[in-house]
């Protein structure tokens, strides 16, 4: 008789923990997705989504937006995010003009490649709070 006490409980432990992350889910946003201990999400292709991540860059501490000459969003960009050792905490591919991170308070190196051409930005993450970063590429 143990046995289905013991899977109910594992049950409802399963769907509390689901609903919570469910629950840190921001409307509108893609999926968050993970490299090592960082947490991250890029897009904002069409409106209501781009809308979505100007409303949450508040709540992550790293903000980076993409553009073009004139101004135009930008896809598919390299992303490089070192650590101030020179350790490699994210390398990944933005899938939109934004990305948010979730990163540690501390100092970072962003580099940012789009068609060959390579940008780098120095950011400093606050314990409260956020700092954002934009790349703009005149030449493509």
Do not use: C
């Not at 292709?45 to 809308?51: A, H, L």
């Not at 591919?93 to 308070?105: H, I, N, S, T």
């Not at 993450?125 to 493509?140: D, I, L, N, T, Y």
């Amino acid at each position: 008789m143990r046995q289905p006490t013991v899977s109910k409980y594992l049950i409802a432990a399963a769907l509390a923990f689901g609903l919570a992350g469910a629950a840190r889910a921001q409307p509108g946003l893609p999926d968050v997705q993970q490299q090592g201990d960082v947490s991250f999400v890029s897009g904002g292709v069409g409106q209501d989504e781009s809308t979505a991540f100007r409303r949450g860059e508040s709540s992550w501490p790293l903000a980076l937006r993409f553009t073009g000459a004139g101004g135009e969003y930008l896809a598919d960009v390299h992303v490089s995010v070192l650590d101030a050792h020179g350790g490699e905490v994210l390398k990944t591919d933005a899938r939109g003009p934004y990305m948010l991170v979730k990163l540690q308070p501390g100092r970072y190196t962003v580099h940012a490649s789009y068609n060959g051409n390579e940008q780098t930005h120095a950011v400093t993450v606050p314990a409260k709070g956020g700092v954002k970063a934009a790349f703009s590429w005149k030449a493509q």
